[in-house]
């Protein structure tokens, strides 16, 4: 089971951090993602962490994906954010240590929450 928060509504510029706790102890061989949905589009591959680091072109240099084994807690920093951010953003969990980008891939999911950027 994974819980997502930390969403809410900022100007553009500003930061939010993300955090998705995870229920059972196989967290650490999990590949975690994080995914973004915006009224009227598809859902869209935001950031991935394995042992190392998969961000989407998008967010690179503004996005952070980290986690913390011992807390089962993934996160995603979001720095300078811009209008087009504005999504509900969903955490996910794959049972594979490999990165990927395509939701299908991921087996588990959190349920949303929402970032609003204003400009």
């Known amino acids: 089971q994974l819980q997502a928060s930390g969403g809410g509504l900022v100007q553009a510029g500003d930061s939010l951090r993300l955090s998705c706790a995870a229920s059972?102890?196989?967290?650490?061989?999990?590949?975690m993602g994080w995914f973004r949905q915006a009224p009227g589009k598809e859902r869209e591959f935001v950031a991935a962490?394995?042992?190392?680091?998969l961000y989407t072109d998008s967010v690179k240099g503004r996005f952070t994906i980290s986690r913390d084994n011992a807390k089962n807690t993934v996160y995603l920093q979001m720095n300078s954010l811009k209008p087009e951010d504005t999504a509900v953003y969903y955490c996910a969990a794959r049972r594979v240590m490999s990165h990927s980008i395509m939701s299908a891939d991921y087996d588990y999911w959190g349920q949303g929450t929402q970032v609003t950027v204003s400009s």
């Open positions: 962490i394995t042992w190392t680091t």
């Open positions: 059972g102890r196989l967290f650490s061989s999990l590949t």
